[in-house]
Structure formats: C-alpha cells, structure tokens
C-alpha cells in the first residue's frame, strides 16, 4: 500500500520538525488518510507510517469525532470529504469502533478452557491484545470467528504472540515463523490505532508499547 513515513516532534521538541503527531494526523484525515503505525527515532522525535484510507476500512470513534471537528473549522478537502460520504453510505461511519472495546465473550469463553492461553493473555501487552480484537472485529461470519479464536487461543497457548513484544512481564512469548505465517493469512484492514495515550493537546494517539 502506498504511503509515507513521516518525522513527528515528541513534547516541547522544536527541531529538526516542531509538527506534532496530532498536527499530521488532523492533515491526514483532511485528505482520506490515517495513520498506521509508530516507531520511535530518538529522545526528539518519533516516525509514523500515514496511508491513503482502504476502500472498506473501518471508523474509529476518535476518528470520526476529529472529522467533525475539522467540519466545523472548514478544513475538510474534497478527497476526505469523499472518504466521510462513502463511509456514511455503507454504515461504516454508524458503525465506528472504541479504542476501549474488547474481544467477544466467546474469546474468554474459550481462554478459560485452557490455562496456557488464559496465563499468556494476562502477560499480553496492549498492543498484542488490541491486535487479536481488531481482527476478531473484522470477521464476517460466526464460521470464521470461531475458527480464529480457536487458533489464537492455540497460539498462546504455544507461548506465541501475534506482534513481537518485548515486555518483561512476557519473556516466554515469541513470535514464531508459524505464528507468522498465520497472521499473515488474516483477512483484515490494518487498525487506525492501536489503543491510546494522551498528546500535550489533549487528544489521543496511538501507543505502540511494544515497539521499540
């Protein structure tokens, strides 16, 4: 997929950039982008993956409540505008999801048979579990949820986690070429966040404690 990394200022940074994550992201949104993913460059400044929005990518909540906002202040351009009307078309923009939600009762149904799984979930950081909600989201059929959290609890059970994690709460989890090859498999749109901290405005954005 087409995109850009982009340098973004950490608190009170004013070089080599003094745009912060929030300033990119509002640009983004303006034009039918989001952002994806974060990696921290040094003490100043971090590196965030912005993309062109997939067709039938999901809403977050935050999401649509910085869209409204950008409405209101005349900030909107046609390309965004052109994202916000198809999502509203197809519920998409109804149907956004909470960076609070969590996996479906089945999941902890099926975490509680078995005590491997349920013990590598406790140590699973935010990232990782944010990561087996949104895929558990995007499934269409109750076929293919049933099929997936069977394999994600046999994943953890094998001490496996779906994004490396680096955590000291978690030193048995790896992240196998065979838990690899299976998350490759999914069928899903990559999350407009993982989870969220709080920007020196205020507002949310993404926290990737798994990344380095």
Not at 1 to 24: F, N
Not at 80 to 107: H, I, M, N, T
Not at 120 to 127: I, V
Not at 168 to 175: C, L, R, S, V
């Amino acid at each position: 997929m087409p995109g850009v990394w982009l340098t973004v200022a950490k608190k009170d940074t004013q070089s080599p950039t003094s745009m912060t994550y929030a300033d990119a992201l509002d640009e983004a949104l303006c034009y039918g982008w989001i952002d994806s993913r974060m990696r921290k460059l040094d003490e100043y400044t971090n590196s965030c993956r912005f993309t062109p929005r997939a067709p039938k990518g999901l809403w977050s909540k935050r999401n649509v409540g910085y869209i409204e906002r950008l409405q209101r202040e005349g900030r909107m351009q046609p390309a965004g505008l052109a994202q916000v009307e198809a999502a509203k078309a197809d519920g998409r923009w109804g149907a956004a999801y909470s960076a609070q939600a969590e996996p479906p009762a089945e999941f902890f149904e099926a975490l509680k048979q078995n005590v491997k799984a349920q013990t590598m979930w406790d140590e699973l950081n935010k990232g990782n579990k944010w990561h087996i909600y949104f895929t558990l989201l995007n499934l269409k059929t109750e076929a293919g949820k049933e099929k997936r959290i069977r394999g994600f609890v046999e994943m953890l059970a094998r001490g496996e986690t779906p994004i490396p994690q680096k955590n000291a709460a978690a030193k048995t989890a790896t992240t196998t070429k065979r838990a690899a090859s299976e998350m490759a498999s999914l069928d899903q749109v990559v999350p407009e966040q993982v989870l969220s901290r709080k920007t020196r405005s205020g507002r949310n954005a993404p926290s990737y404690s798994d990344r380095g």
